[in-house]
């Protein structure tokens, strides 16, 4: 197989024939489109599971004694309490459970992610330059977009937080 240029081309279904460059325009925006539909679904399956996942952090706060390890470290016992001695730590356990409905939720996002991707193969295996180059178009674009919607999506620096933890 190779790749040809032509307005003609057989666009998904037997039935829908591309012979003139106004469909043709109009398939490749439409192809444009599922490009960033396939991104943007994408990212909304990912924030889902984060945002369960983060949701599902339960924090631990461990609060020890430095300045009395630090002194019975060397052979020292003094029990006295300075205002700087105590040490927190917090530790974040993940909850891996997903509920049932978060499950669902998701289970849809996939059914919608897949039938765009396997929209954009079918459509890059009609081997036509342009309507192969849409979709990759517009998942560029999906994703350069999302670049700048995804903070807007996090949790006064919750995420950050999280990924630092990580």
Known sequence: MFFYQSTEVV???????????GPYIGAL???FVIGILL???TFAIGELKAHNTRSGLKAVTKISDNHQEINQSRGIYDNSIS????KEEIEYEENPQLNIGMRCIIA??????????YL??????????F?????VGGMMIGYLLL???????QQNGKDQEYAQIK
């Open 108 to 117: 849809v996002g996939y059914f919608f992610q897949l039938v765009l991707a």
């Open 39 to 41: 991104e943007f679904v």
């Open 131 to 135: 309507l192969f180059l849409a979709p």
């Open 11 to 21: 666009f998904l279904f037997k039935d829908w024939k591309i012979h003139s460059t």
């Open 120 to 129: 954009v193969m079918m459509i890059a295996m009609t081997y036509n330059f």
């Open 147 to 153: 670049g700048f919607i995804a903070p807007l999506f």
């Open 83 to 86: 205002e700087h001695s105590f």
């Open 29 to 31: 925006f439409a192809t």
